[in-house]
């Protein structure tokens, strides 16, 4: 099957792509898309992967859906488009990276493209989503497709920071080889549980200090 997305991870998800369970996915993805309003737009389904090539990742930021709102949602997890108003979570977000690294200039905006063009995948357990419909497109395929795409990182990259926020992204844990790769997990940034563990987890310098060790280049988050 020929899916629109960045070569090198055509290269290495081309495997996913021949299977009967992607080709259903793809199918029913599409339906949707002509019977319904569906989020991101179709072209920025695969962004996650378009802005953060596969040789150049070194961190994941795993989410579990798009937001459902009318233009928020532009392919990367917890990011919204540059005009939309920051999310709750991606507030917080912003606010344990202010107290974990003092001196952080303020985010400009909502959308971290500019995470993901320094090595950043973030990436969504389910890549598309109805208007208002929260967990529309949940076990139709996309979570077994991102599994094998965590999978295929941590059995072909090395020195990785897999960032797991809240109970459904720490389960991810056990497709990743703890001995290649450093895993951290925290309480999700949403305003119902970030005073349970996210704030003070501080994974920004953690995930900095990590790529350091292995001679890699920070994230200037």
Not at 80 to 98: C, G, M, W
Request: glycine share 6%.
């Amino acid at each position: 099957m020929n899916v629109k997305i960045e070569e090198s991870w055509r290269k290495v998800l081309q495997p996913e792509f021949e299977k009967s369970y992607f080709q259903h996915l793809i199918a029913f993805v599409r339906g949707e898309y002509a019977t319904a309003t569906v989020y991101p737009p179709g072209p920025l389904i695969f962004h996650a992967f378009d802005a953060c090539p596969f040789e150049a990742l070194k961190v994941v930021i795993l989410g579990q859906d798009p937001y459902h709102g009318k233009g928020q949602a532009h392919g990367l997890s917890f990011s919204v488009a540059e005009d939309k108003r920051t999310p709750p979570s991606l507030q917080n977000i912003f606010k344990e990276l202010q107290d974990d690294l003092p001196g952080t200039p303020p985010a400009p905006n909502g959308n971290l493209d500019r995470w993901a063009q320094q090595g950043v995948l973030l990436l969504n357990a389910t890549l598309t989503v109805r208007a208002a419909e929260p967990g529309s497109h949940q076990k139709k395929g996309w979570e077994q497709f991102t599994d094998a795409v965590i999978q295929t990182i941590s059995e072909q990259k090395q020195n990785v920071v897999f960032i797991l926020w809240g109970a459904y992204a720490q389960k991810k844990a056990e497709l990743i080889d703890e001995r290649k790769h450093l895993i951290l997990k925290a309480a999700h940034p949403s305003p119902y549980a970030a005073d349970r563990g996210f704030f003070g987890s501080r994974p920004f310098s953690k995930t900095n200090a990590y790529l350091q060790e292995h001679s890699l280049k920070p994230i200037v988050w």
